[in-house]
């Protein structure tokens, strides 16, 4: 028989590698996390002191603002109005301001000169050739163009003054006339008898420089005639004929 001997009680070995519990992982994790951050707060230095209260020398805004507001209107309380009360009143224009082209038809010789050189080609010419019948007896007819048409379409005109200055004949005059607006665009192609009526309002021209030279006209007009030419053998000083000097002497026995 055996003895009656304390029996011990059956124990369950535990695994060496026990599976881990999600729950309490994060559980873990949480907590050290929280207490890491809590270590990183301790640990970082305190933030420098916020910037103090703006300086009560500074003034606000709404005060600066009204004083230049009233200093405005004071200045312009003691100053002139310039309101232009047109059309009652017409408008100072400067000589020159360009406002339409005038025409002068006795000086155009139809010679197209400003018609290829407008960039726009809102110029219009026709013209036809007439003869003229000789001035003395015995001489030869002349031939010249005769203006029919001189048109220009304003509402193409790029109010360039290419055709005033190109003109050699001085035939396209600018004027300070702005009135001619029309309420159909097809009725801003002018001929010539209104460009013609704008020519009384062309300014004259300015005086010249004291200082300047005279034009050539001028010069050209002042001269005396010359006198005419005598005939030969009726009494004027015989004509003498210059002669070349020798370029070298001739040899002995030459020609």
């Keep these: 028989m055996t003895d009656d001997a304390t029996i011990p009680e059956s124990t369950t070995p535990e695994p060496a590698n026990p599976e881990p519990n999600p729950e309490s992982t994060k559980a873990t994790q949480a907590k050290g996390g929280a207490a890491g951050s809590r270590s990183r707060r301790s640990t970082t230095k305190p933030d420098s002191a916020p910037a103090g209260p703006r ?15 009233l200093a405005t209107t004071a200045r312009t309380l ?3 109005t310039h309101t232009a009360e047109y059309p009652d009143v017409p408008p100072k224009l400067p000589p020159r301001s360009r406002g339409v082209i005038a025409l002068t038809e006795e000086n155009c010789t139809s010679c197209m000169l400003c018609a ?3 960039p726009d080609w809102c110029i219009y010419i026709d013209s036809h050739k007439e003869e003229i019948p000789p001035t003395t007896p015995g001489g030869r007819a002349r031939q010249r163009n005769v203006l029919d048409r001189f048109a220009i379409d304003f509402s193409l005109c790029m109010y360039c003054g290419i055709c005033v200055e190109v003109c050699p004949f001085d035939a396209l005059w600018w004027s300070p006339e702005f009135e001619y607006a029309e309420l159909d665009i097809r009725e801003l ?7 013609g009526a704008w020519m009384a309002t062309v300014p004259p021209p300015a005086a010249l420089d004291p200082a300047s030279a005279d034009p050539a006209e001028l010069v050209a007009s002042a001269k005396p005639p010359r006198p005419p030419r005598p005939a030969s053998g009726e009494g004027g000083p015989p004509a003498t004929r210059v002669r070349r000097a020798d370029r070298g002497a001739p040899e002995e026995g030459g020609a």
């Design 55 to 69: 300086h009560a020398s500074q003034p606000s805004g709404i005060l600066p603002g009204l004083v230049k507001g």
């Design 189 to 195: 192609l002018h001929e010539k008898d209104r460009l």
């Design 116 to 118: 290829r050189e407008c």
């Design 78 to 80: 003691t100053r002139h």
